[in-house]
């Protein structure tokens, strides 16, 4: 009911900055929050950032005071700038919706994952 497209990412050095961004379409009746989670191999996929329409923001300890969320509620748009990147960043983030597609039915749903790689 709801697809999420994300763009973005790719390898920076340490130190650098990065930025995603996730737009979701479909059948969209209220986008309750957006985020990104991220995933590294041999890990659990994690939190790093979310966004509720009313833009209350809530981050992992780790990306505190280097990442920040925004949004779009008008392009049903989250965006994730990913400055003073470290190795332990690389990871695959995932952008993730809790979307009403109707007045009383919701789902979460994930987009297809993009790469950020953070060199030495």
């Known amino acids: 009911q709801v697809q999420l497209v994300e763009s973005g990412g790719g390898l920076v050095q340490a130190g650098g900055s990065l930025s995603l961004s996730c737009t979701a379409s479909?059948?969209?009746?209220?986008?309750?929050?957006m985020g990104w989670y991220r995933q590294a191999p041999g890990k659990q996929r994690e939190l790093v950032a979310t966004?509720?329409?009313?833009?209350?923001?809530n981050y992992a300890d780790s990306v505190k005071g280097r990442f920040t969320i925004a949004r779009d509620n008008a392009k049903n748009t989250v965006y994730l700038q990913m400055n003073s990147l470290k190795p332990e960043d690389t990871a695959v983030y995932y952008c993730?919706?809790?979307?009403?597609?109707?007045?009383?039915?919701?789902?979460?749903?994930w987009g297809q994952g993009t790469q950020v790689t953070v060199s030495t």
């Open positions: 993730n919706t809790r979307s009403y597609y109707s007045e009383r039915n919701w789902g979460d749903y």
């Open positions: 966004i509720t329409s009313g833009h209350s923001t």
């Open positions: 479909g059948t969209i009746f209220h986008i309750v929050a």
